[in-house]
Every structure is written in structure tokens, then in C-alpha cells.
């Protein structure tokens, strides 16, 4: 029998994709403001994996991805897909996007982003969020699926992420000390 219990807390994690440089910065802070502090701000990252964004919003399209220093419950992850996706209407020309936000978090064992796209491989969460476990850590590394996007194939990409589960895997056991001294008390 399994005893059901909590999960541990997750580190929120957002891909931002715009030809927008400017508008790239405005909705990091926005997030920050919403989410806490950033720990993690990459450069700006030329995208060129698909042509699926660039017929929304032109060519020389970049891509910045952050972290949050704030861990939160997965279970907040579809009301920061609503919120991301309220900021790219606000931010929209029309009916086309101007910038692209991808939600997700990194947990001890996988790299999960929220969608709207429902697949086989995609469970509903809720309010027409859909959770894509886009990689999974094994083998001391972070493995892509079979339908795992091409940009998040990349090397370069697994190699950033796993920089960024050192640094949540410390902020886990530090809270999970926390709450062990918590419990003592």
C-alpha cells in the first residue's frame, strides 16, 4: 500500500522567446515581480530549432531562460501558465504573439513545461493546462523522450539545465532541513 503524502517543493523555470529584446526584459521583470527574485538569467540565445514561432513573430528570434530562487508547489504550475499566457495576449499585435513564455519546473527526477496542447504523453492538470515531462534525469544526466523538441535535445540546453538542478537540489535539502528543525521543535 502507498502512503500518500506531499511533494517536494520544485524550482519554477521560464523559457521567454520573442524577436523583442526589449519585451524579453520587460516580462522577466513582470515574472520577477509576480514569482520573486531570479537565480538564474541566461543571454540572450539565438533560436533558429523550428519555424513554428517564426511565422508568428518574424525572423531573428531569441530566447532567454530564467529561474527562480523562490521554490513552489507543482501544483501552482497551471496558474503560472494562465498568468503566462495572459502576459502574451496583453503583449500581443493583434492576434499574433510578440512573445512566447514557457512554464515549467525542475524536480528531482525530470524537467516538466505546462502546455496548452494536449497529446497522449501530455496529462491534464487542470483549466486547460496540460503537463509535457519533457526530459527525465537519469544516468547522472537529463534525457530527452521521443517527443521531446529539438531545442531541448540540444546539449547545450541539458548541460544549463542540470546547472540549474545543482542549485535546486541545494535549495532542497536546505529546505528539507528547515522543516526537519521545524518538526524537532
Do not use: C
Amino acid at each position: 500500500m502507498s502512503i500518500l503524502q506531499q511533494p517536494d517543493p520544485v524550482k519554477l523555470v521560464a523559457s521567454l522567446l520573442s524577436t523583442e529584446r526589449g519585451l524579453i526584459s520587460a516580462v522577466t521583470g513582470f515574472l520577477a515581480e509576480r514569482y520573486g527574485k531570479t537565480d538564474y538569467v541566461s543571454a540572450l540565445l539565438p533560436f533558429a530549432f523550428t519555424e513554428y514561432y517564426r511565422k508568428e513573430m518574424g525572423p531573428g528570434l531569441v530566447r532567454r531562460f530564467i529561474a527562480f530562487e523562490t521554490l513552489i508547489h507543482p501544483a501552482d504550475l497551471p496558474d503560472i501558465k494562465m498568468f503566462a499566457a495572459e502576459l502574451e495576449q496583453q503583449s500581443a499585435a493583434g492576434t499574433k504573439r510578440r512573445i512566447n513564455i514557457d512554464p515549467g519546473y525542475i524536480a528531482v527526477g525530470h524537467l516538466l513545461l505546462a502546455t496548452g496542447k494536449p497529446y497522449a504523453h501530455r496529462p491534464y492538470l487542470r483549466n486547460g493546462v496540460y503537463a509535457d515531462v519533457t526530459l527525465i534525469y537519469r544516468d547522472l544526466s537529463f534525457r530527452p523522450q521521443e517527443w521531446t523538441y529539438p531545442d531541448y535535445r540540444d546539449q547545450s540546453m541539458i548541460d544549463m539545465l542540470s546547472g540549474i538542478r545543482k542549485k535546486y537540489l541545494k535549495q532542497l535539502a536546505a529546505a528539507r532541513k528547515e522543516k526537519e528543525t521545524e518538526t524537532a521543535e
